[in-house]
């Protein structure tokens, strides 16, 4: 008997770790970005093996409450294999940022975006030919769309949510367009929850998913206030008729909001999405940028299995961000810039796996 439970003891002990090591997460210290303020709202995604950051915004002078000017950029990065973030000779043909951007059969495609001139239709894939990017043209936007998210789900491009300029209203709706038949256009669809900007989106091999975001609310008086959501869902996108379908299930509400956290939830090897960064409605009723503590350190996931939520500890090593583009390259899944703090980018490159 005391050889069994001895035997017993051991099997557990064995299968605690083997759960904890599965369940772990392991964080990456890639090469900074050549830009020593950082950006926010950049374009990335991967090309034959290469890691490609695209324009973005900053304040390069002084704070936007002491005066800043926010500045754009069209410039391009690409990071290789074991080598540092180098700018290419090769630029957008405006000066942008905030809009949607996924990875597609080795090209990056981009969509939409702002600048200081308002909000953009440009739709163009990019592909990395080992010297530079060779630049292709996309069917533009219907309208004018930036703050939006975006990912690739069966061959098509569905765009969710944003808004046509800086002051508009958020959309409820989403656009998608078919990469198998691209000559059709973009096509329009309907969102089932809230209108909202800045959700973010994951995927995994059957559906697609939808998290967080925010719009804004009016109170008593009849004030706009920013409303963070916790809302969540996923859906399943296909093709009757020619045309884009999608069905849409609500899924377990999030503990806490996370809008603007990242274009993409990385989904980790056991399954589970990851969440790290955003904006919560804590975070988002912060009246004194000088003194901000910063985006919330909390880390969470979501169990797709079983619609669960589980929080799963603090970052504090590296500050967590908003407004950026999340990328899975070579196994690791890259937080591409950022900001930090109001006014405030980083330009630090973290990988999670």
């Known amino acids: 008997m005391k050889k069994l439970a001895l035997f017993l003891l051991f099997f557990a002990m ?12 392991e964080w990456v210290k890639l090469p900074d970005l050549p830009d020593l303020k950082g950006r926010a709202g950049m374009f990335a995604g991967v090309s034959h093996h290469a890691l490609i950051a695209i324009g973005g915004a900053n304040f390069p002078e002084k704070m936007p409450w002491e005066g800043g ?24 043909a405006v000066a942008c940022g905030y809009g949607a951007s996924v990875s597609y059969q080795n090209q ?12 953009l239709t440009q739709s163009e894939a990019l592909e990395w030919n080992g010297t530079d990017v060779v630049r292709k043209s996309l069917p533009a936007l219907p309208y004018p769309l930036a703050q939006m998210g975006g990912l690739v789900l069966n061959d098509m ?32 669809i309907l969102f089932p929850g809230e209108a909202r900007i800045f959700p973010m ?18 109170n008593r008086l009849g004030h706009k206030y920013r409303a963070i959501l916790t809302d969540a869902y996923r859906f399943e996108l296909r093709r009757e008729k ?24 990385p989904l980790l090897k056991d399954g589970r999405f990851f969440f790290w960064g955003g904006v919560d409605g804590m975070t988002g009723a912060w009246r004194t940028p000088p003194k901000h503590p910063g985006i919330i350190k909390s880390l969470m996931v979501y169990h797709p299995t079983d619609d669960t939520w589980e929080y799963v500890g603090e970052q504090k090593e590296w500050p967590s961000r908003v407004t950026l583009p999340v990328v899975e390259w070579e196994g690791v899944w890259v937080y591409v810039s950022g900001e930090i703090l109001p006014g405030v980018r980083t330009p630090s490159l973290m990988g999670v796996r």
Not at 201 to 218: A, I, M, N, P, R
């Open 108 to 119: 990056l495609l981009l969509f939409g975006g702002s600048n200081q001139d308002g909000h």
């Open 14 to 25: 064995n299968f605690l770790h083997e759960v904890f090591a599965q369940s772990k997460v």
């Open 201 to 218: 989106c994951g995927k995994d091999q059957q559906y697609g998913y939808v998290f967080s975001g925010e719009t804004s609310g009016l």
């Open 69 to 92: 000017k926010k500045r754009w950029y069209s410039d391009i990065f690409v990071l290789e294999k074991g080598g540092t973030p180098k700018r290419l000779p090769t630029q957008l």
């Open 157 to 188: 491009v569905i765009l969710i949510g944003g808004n046509q300029t800086s002051t508009a209203a958020p959309l409820k709706t989403c656009l998608v367009l078919d990469l198998q038949d691209i000559a059709a256009g973009w096509k329009e």
């Open 242 to 265: 020619g045309q884009p379908v999608a069905r849409w299930e609500s899924l377990a509400p999030m503990p806490r909001g996370a809008s603007a956290g990242g274009a993409t939830v």
